[in-house]
Structure formats: structure tokens, C-alpha cells
T-cell receptor
């Protein structure tokens, strides 16, 4: 069965610093990979996705992620964090239309 | 504007009552999903539907029921059989067929049992 691990429950970074959120997945074939962001009390917004092709994908709000098959990872990065990036981030892996597995999320706190 | 709407945003239920959460989409998506979100547990799939008048149980369907009479609508009923219904409920939709597409989410409904 597929699974997603986000090892960091909570991360704190200073505004302007770089950010990397970790995501590891377990899945036999090439997965569909996603990063979503959720503000408190809101739904999930898609940041970016990887289906195939270039392993470095660009998303909205200046985020990018790199798919590394050898490490089963899909880490999310941003060069310079803004206070408005404070939210919870979810990594997800999709096998089929009904089989999307979500990680448990990483809460990002941004300090001035 | 195309999107997914969920209502109400907040819902309070007394023990022993059934409540229904609304989910409507105007994206013309074939598939719709209900997830439950609890702190520290990510999202867990309750039910999904890929076509009108058909739906399938997800990982935690016990105590919940759904219907899919229209393509745009996928209401979720939380029954009195659900022992711990207090949670944040998210509805999503997705286009089926052709190349794989993303699931898009509504704003959620927070259900609290009093």
C-alpha cells in the first residue's frame, strides 16, 4: 500500500530565510505527487504537482519541489519565506482516481 | 467563478442526531470525494463517487452515508452511528478520464458534537 511520510510536524523559520519541507513516499510505480497548502479553517490549495517529465517542478507562490526517485522523496522548497507562507503543508501521492494518500502535514511558523 | 462550495461552514450537532453536509461543484468534474481531517492525522477518505448514482466506501465509511443524484452535488450525512464525528470535513472533486488530474478542494465544514 502506498504511504506518505512528512517527518517534520512543525517547522519555524525566519522571514526571508530559505525553506525545505520533507516528504517521503512509498509506492511501487512512478507516483503522482502533490503538495497542498492549508490556512487555518480553510480547504486545501494545490501548490504544485508532479506527474512525469522534469523532476524539478515549479508551483505557485514561488514554491518548487524536486522528485528524487532514488530517495523516494518529493521535498518542497522556497528560497525566501514570507510571513504569509505560515500555514500547514500536505504532501500527497496518487495511485489512481480514488487512491490519494495524504501525509500528516507540516505546520510552518514564520517569525519576523 | 468555478469552484467547490461547502455549507455550512460551522455545524453543531447534538448526540443522536443525523446531520447533512452539503458539497456543490460547478467545475463539471465527474468524481467527488469526502475526507475527514483530524489534527495530526492528515486527510482520511470517507466516500467517493466517480459517476452519478454510484459511490464507493473509502477507508472510514462507518457511520456516514452519501448520495450522488446530480453530477454537481455530493452531500454527506453523518449519522448517529458515527461515534466520534467532531472533525473538519473536506469535499473535493476531480475530472476523470484522459490524463490524470488533480483533486480540488472546497473550503470545508467544521462539525462539532455538543
Amino acid at each position: 500500500a502506498q504511504s506518505v511520510t512528512q517527518p517534520d510536524i512543525h517547522i519555524t523559520v525566519s522571514e526571508g530565510a530559505s525553506l525545505e519541507l520533507r516528504c517521503n513516499y512509498s509506492y511501487g510505480a512512478t507516483p503522482y505527487l502533490f503538495w497542498y497548502v492549508q490556512s487555518p479553517g480553510q480547504g486545501l490549495q494545490l501548490l504544485l504537482k508532479y506527474f512525469s517529465g522534469d523532476t524539478l517542478v515549479q508551483g505557485i507562490k514561488g514554491f518548487e519541489a524536486e522528485f528524487k526517485r532514488s530517495q523516494s522523496s518529493f521535498n518542497l522548497r522556497k528560497p525566501s519565506v514570507h510571513w504569509s507562507d505560515a500555514a500547514e503543508y500536505f504532501c500527497a501521492v496518487g495511485e489512481g482516481y480514488q487512491k490519494v494518500t495524504f501525509g500528516t502535514g507540516t505546520k510552518l511558523q514564520v517569525i519576523p | 467563478d468555478g469552484g467547490i462550495t461547502q455549507s455550512p461552514k460551522y455545524l453543531f450537532r447534538k448526540e443522536g442526531q443525523n446531520v447533512t453536509l452539503s458539497c456543490e461543484q460547478n467545475l463539471n468534474h465527474d468524481a467527488m470525494y469526502w475526507y475527514r481531517q483530524d489534527p495530526g492525522q492528515g486527510l482520511r477518505l470517507i466516500y467517493y463517487s466517480q459517476i452519478v448514482n454510484d459511490f464507493q466506501k473509502g477507508d472510514i465509511a462507518e457511520g456516514y452515508s452519501v448520495s450522488r443524484e446530480k453530477k454537481e452535488s455530493f452531500p454527506l450525512t453523518v449519522t448517529s452511528a458515527q461515534k466520534n464525528p467532531t472533525a473538519f470535513y473536506l469535499c473535493a472533486s476531480q475530472q476523470v478520464g484522459g490524463s490524470y488530474d488533480t483533486q480540488y478542494f472546497g473550503p470545508g465544514t467544521r462539525l462539532t458534537v455538543l
